[in-house]
């Protein structure tokens, strides 16, 4: 293919896979989900079509395969799970990206020596089940039986909704592999700089690390009108200035840092009722784990003042995800792959967590960025314009193409 086909094919299939897993108009594929089955039996079809290989494991992780002539495998992956009313391009992009290429090598007669694999990773998002990314980890041997056990907001346990949906997780080991050489993720930033710069391609160097807290602050209810200002004990007073705090400490001490409160509840919610309490979630992000760590002992320190001034104020972990370094050797192949594509790049970090994180624990690890307009992202505005996507698809496939070489992999 040339021109601009395989970016048209990509921005096609994505078009479907939106329009046909919307619930009351609004995508939302959460994870064993109706929505996310007709999601995978679409990308199924897709796989076939391409004359690729598929299958799935036990937690629904969908592989489309091009077999090499030696053992082991790279592997192109992203995940096609969003979150609630989100767009048609996060995590989607990258797996349909990937099975272009395989779709375009397939039909070139191209054959590698290592085999070239894709795959639609599980409950990437967050959206279902917060902590995230179990299809990558299981994959690395990295789930834990008790992570079965984490409940979505109804109740339902990971274990329970796989098993309904027709999947076996507490078979865990059998997801695992052992034969994977390379991990290649191509995304959209979800961020503005690639568009600022006009840049075409972004070479990710770090994804950042992730920190995440479920925080409850009380006080004494009590009536609105008959309580003076001085008597009150206020939680959403003390929750304001927490998040007054916690916001200045990162914009003056953490370059690149963000905090979001992403999540702030009242109990009762009601106009005349001092709240009795106040419910926070918030997100702590930075390249550095040592500032990370500093920012998780000032919030305790803080709510230990609260405490100290009659306030109940706990915080519980719920996530911490360590950054991580994408593999420098493949750092420079996709610098050198867009070069020779004739695109413009920028080396960058990525803010945002993915399955990427998880693999690039264990084996080599590389992202590729394309651009996201006016830097919108997890929105039904998102959007990456078809020339960006056939430029990602030409960085892909080239980087592809060189890892699964037999030289290279002797290199590695």
């Not at 395969?65 to 048609?88: C, E, F, K």
């Not at 409950?123 to 789930?143: D, V």
């Amino acid at each position: 293919m040339c021109g601009m086909e395989n970016g048209q094919w990509i921005q096609r299939h994505l078009s479907e896979l939106a329009e046909s897993t919307k619930i009351d108009g609004k995508i939302w594929r959460a994870s064993y989900t109706e929505e996310d089955g007709i999601g995978h039996r679409m990308f199924r079809r897709w796989i076939e079509e391409a004359g690729l290989e598929w299958r799935e494991d036990v937690l629904g992780n969908i592989y489309g395969r091009l077999p090499g002539r030696r053992s082991g495998t790279i592997l192109l992956g992203s995940h096609i799970d969003t979150v609630r009313d989100g767009g048609r391009y996060d995590g989607a992009a990258g797996v349909m990206t990937a099975l272009a290429v395989l779709r375009d090598l397939k039909a070139a007669g191209y054959e590698p020596e290592y085999n070239l694999e894709i795959v639609d990773l599980v409950e990437e998002e967050g959206s279902r089940f917060a902590s995230s990314c179990q299809g990558s980890c299981a994959i690395c041997g990295t789930l834990r039986e008790e992570d079965l056990l984490e409940k979505d907001s109804d109740g339902v346990t990971f274990l329970e909704a796989a098993n309904r949906a027709g999947y076996h997780p507490e078979r865990m080991e059998e997801a695992r592999r052992k034969d994977v050489l390379v991990y290649l993720e191509l995304h959209i930033e979800q961020g503005p700089l690639l568009e600022q710069q006009k840049k075409q391609i972004g070479v990710v160097e770090n994804i950042v690390g992730i920190a995440t807290y479920d925080i409850t602050i009380t006080g004494e209810q009590n009536h609105a009108g008959t309580t003076v200002m001085a008597l009150r004990r206020d939680p959403v007073v003390a929750a304001a200035r927490l998040i007054d705090q916690v916001t200045d400490e990162v914009m003056e001490n953490s370059p690149g840092g963000t905090a979001t409160f992403g999540r702030v509840d009242t109990d009762p919610g009601m106009l005349n009722v001092i709240a009795g309490r106040v419910h926070l979630l918030l997100d702590m992000r930075d390249k550095e784990e040592e500032r990370l760590r500093m920012r998780e002992a000032q919030l305790f320190r803080r709510l230990e003042a609260l405490r100290e001034q009659g306030f109940g104020a706990e915080a519980v972990r719920t996530q911490w995800t360590p950054p991580v370094a994408m593999d420098p050797t493949l750092v420079k192949d996709i610098h050198a792959a867009a070069e020779a594509e004739g695109l413009s790049y920028l080396h960058m970090n990525s803010g945002a967590g993915h399955d990427a994180m998880v693999f690039g624990k264990l084996l080599p690890t590389a992202m590729i960025f394309i651009p996201s307009q006016k830097g919108i992202s997890h929105n039904p505005m998102e959007n990456t314009s078809t020339e960006d996507l056939e430029a990602g698809f030409r960085v892909l496939r080239r980087v592809a193409m060189l890892l699964s070489a037999h030289e290279y992999c002797l290199k590695g």
